[in-house]
């Protein structure tokens, strides 16, 4: 069965400083790797698409890091701001197949002023 | 543009009455699909739709009906609501079902059964 399990399930850390996100994967065929944002009461919003050959992706002060061989997937955010308090999810893609999108349980994620 | 938006924001049920979740987006997308979020899980797909008058079933489709008359809209409907039922839904949709395509979420309905 596919998985995506995401670690730590929750964060708390003071505004200004830098936070890494962990996300492992068990989906088979892999497509590709996205990560969301989800404020509270809102629906995710995309921040990085990641293919199989695509090591880093960046989108401003978020940056996505993929190792396919170890199935393991960082997002890593700098200079933390207020407004990244948020939760974050980890979506993997499978080849082929209905919807193939496999929902990580998401990181949540408190910056403190 | 609107993108994908979704009525009602709230909604409170009494276990078997019926409604419908509407969900719309103007992206001129192919492919609309319907989630739940439930505390402690993943989003898990109950519908999508990968063109007009063509849908099939996710992963959670007991319980819920869904149409594709034309390619903007995409309603759930509930055909007798249960308290498993309590959830929050989201609609999304992308240009086409290929696998590189962004995905665009509405803002949700909070649904709850009693």
């Known amino acids: 069965k596919n998985q995506v399990e995401q670690s730590p399930q929750s964060l708390i850390i003071l505004e200004g400083k830098n936070c890494t996100l962990q996300c492992n994967y068990t989906v088979s065929p892999f497509s590709n790797l996205r990560w969301y944002k989800q404020d509270t009461g809102r629906g995710p919003v995309s921040l990085t698409i990641?293919?199989?050959?695509?090591n880093t992706k960046s989108n401003g002060r978020y940056t996505a890091t993929l190792d396919a061989d170890t199935k393991q997937s960082s997002l890593h955010i700098t200079a933390s701001q207020l407004s990244d308090s948020a939760s974050y999810i980890c979506?993997?893609?499978?080849?082929?197949?209905?919807?193939?999108?496999?929902f990580g349980k998401g990181t949540h994620l408190i910056i403190q002023p | 543009n609107a993108g994908v938006t979704q009525t009602p924001k709230f909604q409170v049920l009494k276990t078997g009455q019926s409604m419908t979740l509407q969900c719309a987006q103007d992206?001129?997308?192919?492919?609309m699909s319907w989630y739940r979020q439930d505390p402690g899980m993943g989003l898990r797909l109950i519908h999508y739709?990968?063109?007009?008058?063509?849908?099939d079933q996710g992963e959670v489709p007991n319980g819920y009906n869904v149409s594709r008359s034309t390619t903007e809209d995409f309603p759930l409907r509930l055909l007798s609501a249960a308290p498993s039922q309590t959830s929050v839904y989201f609609c999304?949709?992308?240009?086409?079902?290929?696998?590189?395509?962004?995905?665009?979420f509405g803002p949700g309905t909070r649904l709850t059964v009693l």
């Open positions: 979506v993997v893609a499978a080849g082929g197949g209905a919807d193939g999108l496999t």
């Open positions: 999304a949709s992308s240009l086409t079902s290929g696998r590189l395509d962004t995905q665009y």
């Open positions: 990641m293919t199989f050959s695509e």
């Open positions: 992206m001129n997308h192919e492919y």
């Open positions: 739709s990968v063109g007009a008058g063509i849908t």
